[in-house]
């Protein structure tokens, strides 16, 4: 198994033996730190991942935006290695389940490439205190943010804030980590 493996299968134990009332209050803090910044405030567009299991919350946000009239869009074909994104027009129940049984944006939605003055929110299984993520072994995200001009925005669990990830050249840090006690620069 190697590092990148071991770390992860440790970081999955970890989120998994987190209590329900931690993620809850967690989810809680991270959007509302998430709310007051700056980088928010001004985003013209909002893309993100839409959460499953055990992941910050970004359903709540997507909510949020929709009533700030902030268009939002969530990735989509994951096909080749290659991840594009596409505008999240439907309500969440309506959408149709993508690759790994992530809901996603149906084919037919309007396909949109992230530029300066958006915001991108980044998943990851946990992150480091330089900005660095860990996520599920595809790739998807770190090729998307090699050429992303938007501004790039990790959302992480203060329990889950590791001193170091097993990094490799063509891992990406982002511009801005938020937990439920912090915001890292």
């Known amino acids: ?13 970890r989120t998994a033996a987190l209590s329900l009332v931690y993620l809850a209050d967690s989810d809680r803090g991270i959007l509302k730190s ?13 893309f993100l991942y839409i959460s ?4 910050v919350d970004t359903r709540a946000l997507i909510d949020l935006c929709r009533k700030l009239k902030k268009p939002v869009a969530a990735p989509t074909n994951l096909n080749a290695g290659r991840m594009d994104f596409a505008l999240l027009e439907r309500p969440l129940s ?18 949109v490439t992230p530029e300066a003055g958006d915001l991108v929110v980044v998943p990851a299984l946990c992150y480091d205190r330089e900005r660095y993520r ?5 790739g998807y995200y770190d090729r998307f943010l090699a050429d992303c001009p938007a501004f790039k925005l990790g959302l ?8 170091s990830v097993p990094r490799e050249s063509h891992d990406r840090r982002v511009d801005c980590l938020v937990t439920e006690k912090n915001v890292l620069r």
């Open 52 to 55: 499953f299991g055990r992941e």
């Open 94 to 111: 309506e959408l149709p389940t993508g690759v790994y049984g992530i809901p996603q944006p149906p084919d037919d939605a309007v396909r």
């Open 1 to 13: 198994m190697t590092e990148k493996a071991a770390f992860r299968a440790d970081i999955k134990a």
């Open 156 to 163: 992480c669990r203060e329990e889950l804030v590791v001193d």
């Open 134 to 138: 860990l996520g599920r072994g595809g």
């Open 34 to 46: 998430l709310l007051a910044l700056p980088e928010f405030q001004a985003a013209r567009r909002v």
